[in-house]
């Protein structure tokens, strides 16, 4: 799958014309009619990328992408704001608020699809050097060490790539093309089946200390890193 998308969007012909298009383009699709329905989805499972209409009912669009962006939570989702408005001073406001960019209605798909790929090329997080600890899992990119509590864990040079990544990017669905190009490079040609080879090698060294349930699985989109059941 190429990612999750929120659609925040009242119009349901809006809705419904954007969730095919994504649909088709490989994206899994979730919808909301308001800021407010929508907050319980950000919730429970972080989306890729959220695309949100500037006009909407109680909480604005404007006004939703900035609470978005001052949340320490949700400060790095990246956001395409829909508008029907083509004054230039809307559409810095727009960007001024945080939105990662905007699309004018009328739109068509593949504007739109075009508009969402750059978008999340540009968007996603590169790993730091700084230490990560996650449930009791500590990862420090300097000495290339992985250890939970007193024990080390053993691991090639691609898990702990592979680590490295799903632990700057927790919570978060990758699908197994994405996984490649983040931790491959887009310029190394790997058939995907290898993601899965290296994830069961990952697995294996992580179930030295019970780790490995931090490696999820999400059943027909890819996997997922987190301390959440």
Same mark, same amino acid.
């Given at each position: 799958?190429?990612?999750?998308?929120? #659609?925040?969007?009242? &119009?349901? !012909?809006?809705?419904?014309? /954007?969730? %095919?298009?994504?649909?088709? !383009?490989?994206?899994? +699709?979730?919808?909301? &009619?308001?800021?407010?329905?929508? *907050?319980?989805?950000?919730?429970?499972?972080?989306?890729?990328?959220? %695309? #949100?209409?500037?006009? #909407?009912?109680?909480? =604005?669009?404007?006004?939703?992408?900035?609470? %978005?962006?001052?949340?320490?939570?949700?400060?790095? %989702?990246?956001?395409?704001?829909?508008?029907?408005?083509?004054?230039?001073?809307?559409?810095?406001?727009?960007?001024?608020?945080?939105?990662? *960019?905007? /699309?004018?209605?009328?739109?068509?798909? $593949?504007?739109?699809? !075009?508009?969402?790929? !750059?978008?999340? $090329?540009?968007?996603?997080?590169?790993?730091?050097?700084?230490?990560?600890?996650?449930?009791? #899992?500590?990862?420090?990119? @300097? =000495?290339?060490?992985?250890?939970?509590?007193?024990?080390?864990?053993?691991?090639?040079?691609?898990?702990?790539?592979?680590?490295?990544?799903?632990?700057?990017?927790?919570?978060? +669905?990758?699908?197994?093309?994405?996984?490649?190009?983040? @931790?491959?490079?887009?310029? +190394?040609? /790997?058939? &995907?089946?290898?993601? *899965?080879?290296?994830?069961?090698?990952? $697995?294996?060294?992580?179930?030295?200390?019970?780790? &490995?349930?931090?490696?999820?699985?999400? $059943?027909?989109?890819?996997?997922?890193?987190?301390?959440?059941?």
């Amino acid at each position: 799958m190429a990612g999750t998308v929120l #659609l925040i969007e009242d &119009e349901a !012909a809006i809705r419904e014309m /954007v969730g %095919l298009a994504l649909g088709r !383009a490989g994206y899994t +699709v979730r919808q909301a &009619e308001s800021a407010e329905q929508a *907050d319980p989805s950000i919730k429970e499972q972080m989306p890729d990328l959220l %695309l #949100l209409d500037w006009m #909407l009912p109680g909480l =604005s669009g404007a006004d939703y992408a900035r609470r %978005l962006k001052r949340d320490p939570t949700t400060k790095d %989702l990246p956001i395409i704001m829909l508008t029907a408005k083509g004054e230039e001073h809307d559409k810095i406001r727009g960007l001024e608020l945080g939105a990662d *960019d905007y /699309v004018t209605k009328p739109f068509s798909p $593949r504007e739109l699809i !075009a508009r969402i790929k !750059a978008v999340l $090329r540009r968007t996603v997080p590169t790993a730091s050097d700084d230490r990560i600890e996650v449930d009791g #899992l500590a990862l420090d990119p @300097v =000495s290339h060490r992985v250890a939970a509590g007193d024990t080390t864990l053993e691991m090639g040079p691609t898990e702990f790539r592979l680590l490295h990544f799903f632990m700057t990017h927790p919570e978060r +669905v990758f699908s197994r093309g994405q996984l490649l190009d983040n @931790v491959w490079g887009t310029n +190394v040609y /790997v058939e &995907e089946r290898t993601v *899965d080879v290296h994830i069961r090698r990952l $697995r294996k060294s992580l179930s030295q200390t019970q780790h &490995e349930r931090l490696i999820q699985t999400v $059943r027909g989109a890819g996997y997922r890193f987190s301390a959440k059941p």
